[in-house]
């Protein structure tokens, strides 16, 4: 028999070793897995996590796509990291995102053609506060009645969902559409446009904003004393009430935050890479956060690698897709087991395991 | 061999038990005589409850031998232990609150009996020995010192040659002991042996006749504890000279520090202890005990106290100010300080490491001061001031709390508040499962800072702490809490009745 005994100290080069063996294992299981798709397995690995940066014919193209794929990751996964570590759990990041992209277009677009300088920072602000609305739904329920916020906050997703396609085919239609669902394209409209930064590479103010966030992150964590306050509540509700801290109000914080930040993501994607509210505008970008925060190990800087490397697999995924037909879920199902895989290791990173004698 | 033991009952020989790397029983030996009460003394961690698991069939030995009735013994199991005749009473309680005494003790039975014929045997060891316990109530409804009889019973009933008591006082009133005493003494004189461990030294004086010593796993010594004093006891037990601190002078011209006046507060969950009729005042360098035995609402008063639990019929006045309605961080703000009970998970956290420990109660937010910045180097500084002042045992200011032994931790968390400085400073229990000379040590820091002016509340499960150093006493019983009395007026069985007001 096995038996598990905790680790007193958790070493840091285990808990770093963790997310990289985890990556190890996705790529040899997920080899199997397209092998019995009648892939070659090496090339779709290399597909995935080589060309994208080193082949000639595509990292052109990759290398900016990875970050601007990993711009709503790193966004999203910073404001719930927050959460995470105050044991705060908002699961509807996706939610939130859709209903910052929502609020923020739908400014915009009732002011169209209106052409001014205001119209972008407005929107903006609009799309955060649209994210941290929807995530106060789960934050006053929580605080007030002490309703779990997952399943509200995950429900929500998909309230959102129907909102979304409730404006793609009615009120943010584009009137000169053709009846087609979706709404006037943001980027032709120039004061809203999320326009490219660099030109030619599709980089945009999200993708800044994604890296300024890492180092704000990083000081309020470690260096600012609501960093301290939300890693205490985390591990002890008691001191936290001790230290003179009122929870709720931590918690209704941690939830907002993480909700602004989605609601900031979403903004950014639709007024830029998206260009218009329609009703395949959300990919997953919430869900897959959960990976990437946790694959950081809740930390900044770990948030933008682990950001970096799952944008690497979307894009590398899409690679695999029309070179080698590869299904789009059997990239999903790649992304899932990397969290699985992580959350295994875990296991032996916090455990020991030792060999019972026989009696 | 002892030449006051006739004959052996119990004997172990060159014990050994390692855990890890600590040697928890290191080639102990002992020998128990038939009708004797044998004391094994010892600090937090000597070994004792180990040797005591290892008797009772809890743990195995990694070497080492046992007889028991000239035989063979080494038992595998509690129910084994029990079967060759050696039963035990635990320091924490084994009983089904929602069922009834009688229930308890028919289900503590290894093999069956009727239960008229059990009714019986019951009402007759209850009567011989003292133990009486109304055997149709439920458990919920007794009190620590009626619990304890059922366990009693429950082991007595299975006729053990040899009883283990684990720590029997430390939930029970002076009375209540008294009557422990006499039973324990009828028992031996009726030929049942009693391994008795405990590190109250004055009862084992009173009670034993032999005292086995351990420290740090081996046995020091066996001494007579009739013939020494309890001080030279607990040398022996530290391995170094004790020293005892003395109360605060107490001069007149005092200010009155605080008032608190409690009408009634109903507790947050249904176990909780609805406070009542507190009317209590502190003055500039004075200490005032609280006793009392566990679960009489001192928690509830502490969270009174620093603010955790706010409540309007609470009048609680601090200097020229009225503080019911802060929060324990304003408190803090104007000079108070608080160190609760619960070392890991409300004073301190485990994960977290000494200097964000001390950001817990950051005095006045002093490495804070910067827009919420934390100050580091401050912070570091004031960290290892504490870990050097109180001598907490660690790696360093970087060291996880969780890494700290009990005692050092303790220290840590009353080193910390009283490194702020408080004009009041309030503690729950600031020397639980701290060793004897870190215990002597906090005490004295506590009456250095009194004796500079600040006033104190000492809430402590330890009369001979709460005696040594306070100026006045009061005990709570069942939320309420009796009129406080200048200790040097007070007598001990008039304690007893203060503290007893719930059974007796």
Same mark, same amino acid.
């Given at each position: 028999m096995f038996k598990l005994i905790p680790r007193e100290n958790v070493s840091p080069v285990l808990s770093l070793l963790g997310p990289l063996f985890s990556i190890g294992f996705t790529m040899f299981v997920g080899g199997i897995l397209f092998y019995f798709l009648g892939v070659d397995p090496f090339a779709a690995i290399k597909m995935i996590f080589w060309d994208p940066l080193m082949s000639e014919t595509f990292s052109t193209y990759s290398i900016p796509q990875i970050f601007i794929k990993g711009a709503p990751l790193i966004l999203i996964a910073l404001g719930l990291s927050v959460g995470f570590k105050a044991?705060?759990?908002?699961?509807g990041a996706e939610g939130q995102y859709i209903m910052g992209a929502i609020f923020g277009a739908s400014f915009a677009l009732s002011l169209y053609p209106l052409e001014s300088f205001f119209i972008f920072p407005t929107m903006v602000l609009m799309g955060i506060l649209g994210g941290s609305l929807w995530s106060m739904i789960p934050a006053l329920l929580k605080v007030k009645f002490n309703v779990n916020e997952i399943l509200v906050s995950l429900m929500l997703v998909y309230v959102a969902e129907q909102l979304l396609a409730l404006a793609s085919l009615g009120f943010l239609r584009n009137p000169d559409g053709a009846g087609f669902p979706g709404s006037r394209n943001l980027s032709l409209y120039s004061s809203a446009s999320n326009s490219e930064?660099?030109?030619?590479?599709?980089?945009h103010l999200g993708v800044l904003l994604s890296l300024l966030m890492v180092v704000f992150f990083y000081v309020l964590l470690f260096r600012h004393s609501l960093g301290f306050k939300i890693k205490l509540l985390g591990n002890s509700p008691k001191a936290s009430g001790f230290s003179g801290d009122n929870p709720n109000k931590l918690i209704f914080l941690c939830l907002t935050l993480s909700g602004s930040l989605a609601g900031l993501a979403g903004i950014m994607e639709v007024a830029g890479p998206a260009g218009q509210i329609n009703i395949d505008f959300n990919v997953g970008y919430g869900f897959t956060a959960i990976i990437v925060a946790f694959l950081g190990r809740l930390n900044p800087i770990g948030i933008f690698f682990a950001g970096i490397v799952m944008a690497l697999t979307y894009v590398g995924g899409e690679l695999t897709q029309f070179m080698l037909n590869l299904p789009a879920a059997a990239i999903q199902v790649f992304q899932g087991m990397l969290l699985f895989f992580l959350l295994s290791f875990d296991l032996f990173v916090h455990y020991k395991i030792k060999l019972k004698g026989k009696k | 061999m002892n030449s006051k033991i006739k004959n052996t009952l119990f004997q172990c020989r060159a014990i050994n038990k390692e855990f890890g790397n600590v040697?928890?029983?290191?080639?102990i030996s002992i020998n128990i005589g038939n009708s004797q009460i044998h004391a094994l003394l010892g600090e937090n961690g000597a070994g004792k409850s180990t040797l005591v698991k290892i008797i009772y069939g809890l743990l195995q030995p990694d070497s080492g031998s046992m007889t028991f009735l000239d035989k063979e013994f080494l038992p595998k199991s509690p129910k084994d232990a029990r079967a060759q005749g050696v039963g035990m009473v635990f320091q924490h309680f084994s009983l089904f609150e929602p069922l009834t005494a009688f229930e308890n003790i028919l289900l503590g039975l290894d093999k069956g009996i009727g239960e008229k014929e059990l009714h019986e045997s019951v009402i007759r060891l209850s009567e011989s020995y003292g133990l009486e316990v109304n055997l149709s109530s439920f458990i919920g409804d007794l009190s620590a010192g009626e619990r304890q009889r059922v366990e009693i019973i429950r082991a007595l009933i299975q006729k053990p040659k040899l009883l283990i008591m684990d720590e029997?006082?430390?939930?029970?009133?002076p009375f209540e002991c008294e009557s422990l005493f006499k039973t324990l003494k009828k028992l031996a004189s009726e030929g049942t042996s009693i391994l008795y461990i405990s590190h109250k030294l004055k009862e084992i004086a009173d009670l034993c006749d032999t005292a086995s010593v351990l420290r740090k796993g081996a046995i020091v010594g066996e001494y007579d504890p009739k013939k020494m004093t309890a001080r030279e006891l607990g040398e022996i037990m530290v391995g170094q000279p004790l020293f005892e601190p003395k109360r605060p002078v107490a001069t007149n011209k005092r200010k009155k520090v605080l008032s608190v006046k409690i009408n009634e507060v109903k507790p947050d969950t249904q176990f909780g202890v609805t406070l009542k009729n507190i009317d209590l005042e502190v003055y500039q360098s004075e200490i005032l005990g609280i006793g009392g035995v566990a679960g009489n609402g001192q928690e509830e008063l502490m969270q009174i106290l620093t603010g955790e639990k706010k409540a309007r019929s609470v009048i609680i006045k601090y200097l020229d100010y009225n503080v019911e309605m802060l929060n324990p961080r304003e408190r803090r703000e104007i000079g108070l300080a608080f160190a609760p009970e619960e070392r890991l998970g409300h004073a301190a956290v485990g994960n977290l490491n000494l200097l964000e420990n001390s950001l817990i109660t950051d005095p006045k937010r002093r490495f804070q001061?910067?827009?919420?910045?934390?100050?580091f180097s401050e912070l570091n500084e004031f960290t290892n001031e504490i870990i050097e002042k109180f001598n907490v045992k660690t790696t360093?200011? !970087?060291?996880?709390?969780?890494?700290? !032994?009990g005692g050092n931790l303790q220290k840590f968390v009353v080193g910390r508040e009283i490194e702020q400085k408080p004009s009041l400073f309030i503690v729950n229990q600031p020397t639980w499962g701290v060793d004897a000379l870190s215990a002597a040590n906090i005490r004295q820091a506590i009456v250095e800072i009194a004796n500079n002016g600040a006033a104190i509340i000492l809430i402590s499960q330890d009369l001979d702490e709460i005696l040594e150093i306070s100026n006045k006493v009061a005990f709570l019983t069942n939320g309420s809490l009796s009129t406080p009395t200048n200790t040097a007026e007070i007598k001990t069985d008039e304690i007893g009745a203060i503290m007893g007001g719930i059974s007796d």
């Amino acid at each position: 028999m096995f038996k598990l005994i905790p680790r007193e100290n958790v070493s840091p080069v285990l808990s770093l070793l963790g997310p990289l063996f985890s990556i190890g294992f996705t790529m040899f299981v997920g080899g199997i897995l397209f092998y019995f798709l009648g892939v070659d397995p090496f090339a779709a690995i290399k597909m995935i996590f080589w060309d994208p940066l080193m082949s000639e014919t595509f990292s052109t193209y990759s290398i900016p796509q990875i970050f601007i794929k990993g711009a709503p990751l790193i966004l999203i996964a910073l404001g719930l990291s927050v959460g995470f570590k105050a044991n705060v759990w908002n699961i509807g990041a996706e939610g939130q995102y859709i209903m910052g992209a929502i609020f923020g277009a739908s400014f915009a677009l009732s002011l169209y053609p209106l052409e001014s300088f205001f119209i972008f920072p407005t929107m903006v602000l609009m799309g955060i506060l649209g994210g941290s609305l929807w995530s106060m739904i789960p934050a006053l329920l929580k605080v007030k009645f002490n309703v779990n916020e997952i399943l509200v906050s995950l429900m929500l997703v998909y309230v959102a969902e129907q909102l979304l396609a409730l404006a793609s085919l009615g009120f943010l239609r584009n009137p000169d559409g053709a009846g087609f669902p979706g709404s006037r394209n943001l980027s032709l409209y120039s004061s809203a446009s999320n326009s490219e930064l660099i030109m030619g590479t599709g980089i945009h103010l999200g993708v800044l904003l994604s890296l300024l966030m890492v180092v704000f992150f990083y000081v309020l964590l470690f260096r600012h004393s609501l960093g301290f306050k939300i890693k205490l509540l985390g591990n002890s509700p008691k001191a936290s009430g001790f230290s003179g801290d009122n929870p709720n109000k931590l918690i209704f914080l941690c939830l907002t935050l993480s909700g602004s930040l989605a609601g900031l993501a979403g903004i950014m994607e639709v007024a830029g890479p998206a260009g218009q509210i329609n009703i395949d505008f959300n990919v997953g970008y919430g869900f897959t956060a959960i990976i990437v925060a946790f694959l950081g190990r809740l930390n900044p800087i770990g948030i933008f690698f682990a950001g970096i490397v799952m944008a690497l697999t979307y894009v590398g995924g899409e690679l695999t897709q029309f070179m080698l037909n590869l299904p789009a879920a059997a990239i999903q199902v790649f992304q899932g087991m990397l969290l699985f895989f992580l959350l295994s290791f875990d296991l032996f990173v916090h455990y020991k395991i030792k060999l019972k004698g026989k009696k | 061999m002892n030449s006051k033991i006739k004959n052996t009952l119990f004997q172990c020989r060159a014990i050994n038990k390692e855990f890890g790397n600590v040697k928890a029983n290191d080639d102990i030996s002992i020998n128990i005589g038939n009708s004797q009460i044998h004391a094994l003394l010892g600090e937090n961690g000597a070994g004792k409850s180990t040797l005591v698991k290892i008797i009772y069939g809890l743990l195995q030995p990694d070497s080492g031998s046992m007889t028991f009735l000239d035989k063979e013994f080494l038992p595998k199991s509690p129910k084994d232990a029990r079967a060759q005749g050696v039963g035990m009473v635990f320091q924490h309680f084994s009983l089904f609150e929602p069922l009834t005494a009688f229930e308890n003790i028919l289900l503590g039975l290894d093999k069956g009996i009727g239960e008229k014929e059990l009714h019986e045997s019951v009402i007759r060891l209850s009567e011989s020995y003292g133990l009486e316990v109304n055997l149709s109530s439920f458990i919920g409804d007794l009190s620590a010192g009626e619990r304890q009889r059922v366990e009693i019973i429950r082991a007595l009933i299975q006729k053990p040659k040899l009883l283990i008591m684990d720590e029997p006082t430390s939930v029970l009133t002076p009375f209540e002991c008294e009557s422990l005493f006499k039973t324990l003494k009828k028992l031996a004189s009726e030929g049942t042996s009693i391994l008795y461990i405990s590190h109250k030294l004055k009862e084992i004086a009173d009670l034993c006749d032999t005292a086995s010593v351990l420290r740090k796993g081996a046995i020091v010594g066996e001494y007579d504890p009739k013939k020494m004093t309890a001080r030279e006891l607990g040398e022996i037990m530290v391995g170094q000279p004790l020293f005892e601190p003395k109360r605060p002078v107490a001069t007149n011209k005092r200010k009155k520090v605080l008032s608190v006046k409690i009408n009634e507060v109903k507790p947050d969950t249904q176990f909780g202890v609805t406070l009542k009729n507190i009317d209590l005042e502190v003055y500039q360098s004075e200490i005032l005990g609280i006793g009392g035995v566990a679960g009489n609402g001192q928690e509830e008063l502490m969270q009174i106290l620093t603010g955790e639990k706010k409540a309007r019929s609470v009048i609680i006045k601090y200097l020229d100010y009225n503080v019911e309605m802060l929060n324990p961080r304003e408190r803090r703000e104007i000079g108070l300080a608080f160190a609760p009970e619960e070392r890991l998970g409300h004073a301190a956290v485990g994960n977290l490491n000494l200097l964000e420990n001390s950001l817990i109660t950051d005095p006045k937010r002093r490495f804070q001061k910067n827009m919420g910045f934390i100050n580091f180097s401050e912070l570091n500084e004031f960290t290892n001031e504490i870990i050097e002042k109180f001598n907490v045992k660690t790696t360093g200011a !970087s060291a996880l709390a969780s890494s700290l !032994s009990g005692g050092n931790l303790q220290k840590f968390v009353v080193g910390r508040e009283i490194e702020q400085k408080p004009s009041l400073f309030i503690v729950n229990q600031p020397t639980w499962g701290v060793d004897a000379l870190s215990a002597a040590n906090i005490r004295q820091a506590i009456v250095e800072i009194a004796n500079n002016g600040a006033a104190i509340i000492l809430i402590s499960q330890d009369l001979d702490e709460i005696l040594e150093i306070s100026n006045k006493v009061a005990f709570l019983t069942n939320g309420s809490l009796s009129t406080p009395t200048n200790t040097a007026e007070i007598k001990t069985d008039e304690i007893g009745a203060i503290m007893g007001g719930i059974s007796d």
